[in-house]
C-alpha cells in the first residue's frame, strides 16, 4: 500500500466515525500526505484526549545526524527539495474516489497544495486537533444528560463551587427517570464520574469542582450551535 492511499483510507476511518466532518477538514489530506513521517508518528504516540487537548507520548530523542556534527555550528543546513505530489485516487470504490477526488481539486484550485512545508505542518496539526475535538464532542452529544448540561452551566458561572452543590441537578435526573419509569436511574457518584471521565469537569481538592476548557467549549460553542441542550437531551 503505498503512503498516499494508506493516509486516504486513515482520513476515511476518521470521517466514518462522525458523519459531516468530511467537507470542511479539506486540507487534512494534502497536508498528510506531504508529511507522512510526522502524522505516522503523532498517531502513533497518541494516547488520549485529557483537560489540555489531545496527549501525545513524548518521541524519543533521534541520534544527532552525521552531517550535522561534521558541519559548522554557524551553517544551516541545505532545505530539502522533496514535496509529495498529491495524485488523484486509486481508490476502487467509486463512492469514496468521487469525495478524495473532489478534495484533492479544492486543495489545487485553492493553491494549498504550495503552502511552504513548515506552514503544511502547523496547519494539519491545527486542522488534526479541531478534528479529534469534534469528534469528542459528537461522541458527547449522544450519551450526556440534559442535567448535566444544566450542571455545566451552573459550574460555568460559578468559580469552584462545592461538588456537593450538583446534587439537585442529579435529583433532577433521578426525578425524570422516575416520571419515565426506568429503573436505572445510577448514582450521583456514578453521574458526576461521566463528567470528570469525559474532561468537562475536574477536582480542584478533595470538595470543590470546576469546569475545565473543555467544558467551556463544549457548552459556550458546540452545544449552541448543534442545539445540545435540556430539551434535545433528556434525563
Known sequence: ???????????????????????????????????????????????????????????????????????????????????SELQLSTNADPVLAGIENNIIRSLRERGQDKLPPERQKSLFIEEYAKLVL???????????????????????????????????????????????????QGSFEIWFRFLIDSYLVQMVDAEHCQITDIGKKFINEYALVNNVNETTRLY
Open 1 to 83: 500500500m503505498g503512503a498516499a492511499e494508506f493516509f486516504l483510507r486513515l482520513l476515511h476511518t476518521i470521517f466514518s466515525d462522525f458523519l459531516g466532518a468530511i467537507a470542511w477538514p479539506a486540507v487534512v489530506l494534502y497536508l498528510g500526505v506531504s508529511n507522512r513521517g510526522e502524522l505516522r508518528s503523532f498517531l502513533s504516540r497518541l494516547t488520549k484526549i485529557g483537560p489540555t487537548g489531545a496527549e501525545a507520548v513524548p518521541p524519543q530523542l533521534a541520534p544527532t545526524p552525521p552531517d550535522v556534527l561534521s558541519r559548522p555550528a554557524n551553517t544551516a543546513a541545505a532545505p530539502s527539495s522533496e514535496r
Open 134 to 184: 469534534n469528534s469528542h464532542f459528537e461522541r458527547l452529544k449522544l450519551s450526556i444528560f440534559g442535567t448535566q448540561i444544566t450542571a455545566l452551566r451552573y459550574l460555568n458561572g460559578n468559580t469552584a463551587p462545592l461538588k456537593s452543590t450538583l446534587i439537585p441537578f442529579y435529583v433532577e435526573h433521578v426525578n425524570k427517570v422516575n416520571n419515565r419509569s426506568l429503573t436505572d
